[in-house]
């Protein structure tokens, strides 16, 4: 397995990691939890030593399980996991106290089975906390040995350099892909210039980009995609033309769309790790087979171009969620 250092906190991950949330929240029903914990192992045997999960993914029960599968190799591994809703639940409301982030804190050490939170992340930005409150509350975290990293989640620039400026920032996750490219226009050039890691989640669009789904998809109620306007039927048909490029491209290079929309991420910067997500044991080889994928200078300007003639259609999450984020 490839490794990557997230910019210049030292710390180094498997170039791929693992998204944790779909196991139990998110995509429908959580899978039964020795079938998670067998694919969280499965995933560690092939070299993946980053792990991503939160308290708002279930809410609860995600650390748990991640917490139980990769207990033991914990010292092998890093877990991220996320603060910042009440209650952990992000119906609810976002709630980055410093006082919240402690108890969050603690009761996620115990979840997770551990003594340390590898990377500890703001899941959203909370607007009634000044961000140096909540960068000066992790950095004690990470004085008393509690947390090792501090990261944020979907937080815009502002943030990003408020925070930055009391603890430094190991890494900004949201979402990027060939899907949704938002971050190019002023993330990324703010994280390389601050020398902060980047860790895109649904790398795969949430499984658009991986041609499995079209316009007569049907969702899990509980599934979250049915309230995404880019899942509506009609975004869905508009925006096959993207999956078409990326299907085109996979048959060329023989590799499949997933792997060539992971591969695109990871050709991007050497600072980037994504963390595609899984139920399934043989999609979880098929993402990591991407490490694989040689995609030349040629082939990332074609994308590019063929990319740009393409205007998809629908936003990439609900208002009320997009609301939440910085970006």
Not at 36 to 61: K, N, S, W
Not at 245 to 269: C, E, H
Not at 297 to 323: F, N, T, V, Y
């Amino acid at each position: 397995m490839q490794k990557r250092i997230l910019g210049k906190s030292g710390l180094e991950v498997s170039a791929i990691g693992l998204g944790c949330m779909g196991l139990s929240f998110g995509y429908g029903p959580a899978i039964e939890k020795s079938n998670a914990i067998h694919l969280i192992r499965a995933a560690f045997e092939q070299g993946v030593t980053f792990f991503d999960t939160a308290e708002a993914y279930g809410p609860f029960v995600n650390e748990e399980v991640v917490g139980e599968a990769l207990a033991p190799f914990r010292d092998q591994v890093v877990i991220a996991t996320k603060f910042g809703f009440k209650n952990g639940n992000p119906l609810v409301g976002v709630d980055s106290r410093p006082e919240n982030i402690r108890a969050v804190a603690d009761a996620s050490l115990k979840r997770l089975r551990t003594d340390r939170i590898d990377l500890f992340y703001q899941h959203r930005v909370d607007p009634d906390v000044p961000m140096e409150d909540v960068a000066g509350a992790v950095r004690d975290l990470i004085a008393e040995g509690k947390v090792r990293h501090f990261g944020l989640s979907e937080a815009g620039v502002g943030s990003i350099r408020r925070a930055h400026a009391v603890q430094p920032v190991a890494a900004v996750q949201s979402e990027y892909s060939l899907w949704w490219r938002g971050p190019e226009d002023e993330i990324l050039p703010t994280l390389e210039e601050l020398g902060i890691g980047f860790v895109p989640f649904s790398p795969l669009g949430a499984g658009f980009l991986t041609g499995k789904i079209d316009e007569n998809t049907k969702f899990e109620s509980t599934d979250f995609r049915t309230a995404v306007p880019r899942f509506s039927p009609e975004a869905l048909k508009a925006n096959m033309a993207l999956v078409d490029l990326v299907r085109d491209l996979a048959t060329r290079k023989g590799a499949t769309p997933a792997r060539i929309a992971i591969a695109w991420l990871l050709a991007q910067k050497p600072w980037i790790v994504p963390i595609p997500g899984t139920t399934k044991l043989h999609r979880l080889d098929e993402n990591l087979g991407a490490l694989a994928v040689d995609l030349t200078a040629g082939d990332l300007h074609d994308i590019d171009e063929a990319a740009s003639r393409i205007a998809l259609q629908g936003d990439r999450l609900p208002e009320g969620m997009l609301k939440m984020t910085g970006l």
